[in-house]
């Protein structure tokens, strides 16, 4: 899988991908993460970006023309799959999502700054838009981080067995049940007996009772409740 990430900020997205999974993904060669700095396409020879809003109010939104640039030559090189934009107004970002988008070859990230892009943009390129929560961010880096990396451990052979993501929190609408390692006993909380038995068709039984126990508890729209 190829990922090409359209920012005005690049430097906020080096560090999410150098390091763990995200490194060994694109060492192992199974994903490539390509930064973009939106500066590089800039109308003028100020660098320029984005200007001020038409009818008037406060903050910048990126230019239109220098996302065109951008866009068109990527899209020039390759097919993609997706052009997602990163915004608060998007559709909210679920697993399922991410194990729909794991399945793509080639996307684009778009990211928004300031009061976000000019919507002639979105109109343009943008083939779906995604919100990672009912909060607003700084601008759409950190929500693509979260994409690409929720995305990225989902490509067979990027986890081994053991961090398998078949495991993970809503793959099956649950929540994890707890987890624990040594030492067995820690100012008097002990591990629970049946996670040491060695029993582990047990063992099964007792995951899958305290994931639905927790997510009864923690998230019971999870389970239509
Ligand atoms: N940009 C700013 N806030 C965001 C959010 N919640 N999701 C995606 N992109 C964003």
Known sequence: MRIDIITCVPDLLV???????????????????????????AINKQAQID?????????MVLMVEPIAKCIRGLQAERDYDEVIYLTPDGVPYTQAAANRLSLKQN??????????????????????????????????????????????????GVLSDETSALTDSFQDQLLSPPV???????????????????????IGQWREQQAIQRTRQRRPDLLGE
């Open 15 to 41: 560090s999410p991908f150098a390091h763990s999974i995200m490194q060994r993904a694109q060492d192992k060669g199974l994903a490539t993460v390509h930064l973009h700095n939106l500066r590089d396409y």
């Open 51 to 59: 200007d001020y809003m038409f009818g008037g109010g406060a903050g």
């Open 107 to 156: 996307l684009i990230l778009l990211c928004g700054h300031y009061k976000g892009i000019d919507e002639r943009a979105r109109e343009l390129f943008v083939t779906s838009e995604i919100s990672i929560g009912d909060y607003v961010i700084s601008g759409g880096e950190l929500a693509a981080a979260v994409v690409a990396d929720s995305v990225i451990r989902l490509i067979p």
């Open 180 to 202: 624990y390692t040594r030492p067995a006993s820690f100012e008097g909380l002990e591990v629970p007996e049946i996670l040491r038995s060695g029993d582990h068709k047990r």
